[in-house]
């Protein structure tokens, strides 16, 4: 069973989805909302945020991609987000995560497989809640990442990350040099498997890269190793680590 008054709020067009999805969830014992578009998902989830929210990629105006950013600028800006897309929206996927969306699944999909995926979110979201106060820094030449702040910092300047994306970098910079199997890694990040699905954690990858990244082309610190996965490079040198 979920965290009793977990709530979810679930939004999609397509009434016999959103009924779906509320009956496996609350046999789970979450709290679901349900919203058929985007202005009053938007309404609803600033007025209460709730735990996790799935939303559907292909809404009406404003759709899922301008509904996340909404929420990403508002009071959901850790909130995870789940999209719900269909197999023909990859472009779509592509951009929902790169705008601040956590994960996806495609119609149809399995309501034991969207279950699982919820409660590893949401799993993933308490433990967050629950760091001590005191946790280490992991500071690298040029990065320097606060565990307990949940910030980083390249050569002095802040980087905007989204949840996920610091919750990648963390996984891989806490043992450097360590070669991450992809299936693996979406298992330490999602806490769920993967189903052979990677795409979402290349994805988050990639947008980390661009952020941490000097030259994204020719990354130096999350660094690809062809036929296995990523690994975080210990070439720059870790100078200290604070706690």
């Known amino acids: 069973m979920s965290r009793p008054n977990a709530s979810v709020l679930v939004v999609d067009d397509e009434l016999e ?11 789970e014992g979450y709290a679901v909302h349900t ?3 985007g202005t009053d998902a938007i309404r609803m989830a600033e007025s209460v945020p709730p735990d996790l929210i799935i939303l559907d990629v292909s809404l009406g105006q404003p759709d899922g991609i301008e509904v996340c950013r909404t929420l990403r600028r508002g ?3 850790h909130v995870p987000i789940l999209f719900l897309s269909c197999k023909s929206e990859d472009a779509d996927i592509v951009l929902g995560l790169t705008e601040g969306g956590d994960d ?9 497989q969207l279950v699982a995926r919820v409660q590893a979110h949401i799993r993933r979201q308490r433990m967050r809640e629950r760091l001590p106060e005191t946790v280490p820094s992991l500071n690298f030449s040029g ?7 949940l910030e980083v910092r390249r050569n002095g300047e802040l980087i905007a990350l989204s949840v996920k ?11 450097p040099d360590r070669v991450f199997p992809l299936d693996e890694l979406y298992r330490l990040v999602w806490h769920t498997d993967s189903m052979g699905d990677t795409r979402t954690l ?15 082309a020719s990354p130096i610190y999350i660094q690809t190793v062809r036929g296995f996965g990523y690994r975080f490079s210990s ?3 870790l100078v200290r680590t604070r706690g």
């Open 17 to 27: 989805i959103t009924e779906l999805i509320k009956l496996y969830l609350e046999r």
């Open 35 to 37: 919203s058929d578009n």
């Open 75 to 77: 009071n959901c800006g």
């Open 104 to 112: 996806y699944i495609t119609k149809p999909f399995s309501p034991s």
């Open 143 to 149: 990065l320097d990442i606060d565990l307990r702040r």
């Open 165 to 175: 994306e610091f919750e990648l970098l963390t996984v891989m910079a806490r043992q």
């Open 202 to 216: 290349m994805v988050h990858v990639s947008n980390l890269r661009k952020k941490i990244e000097p030259d994204p």
């Open 235 to 237: 070439d720059q040198q």
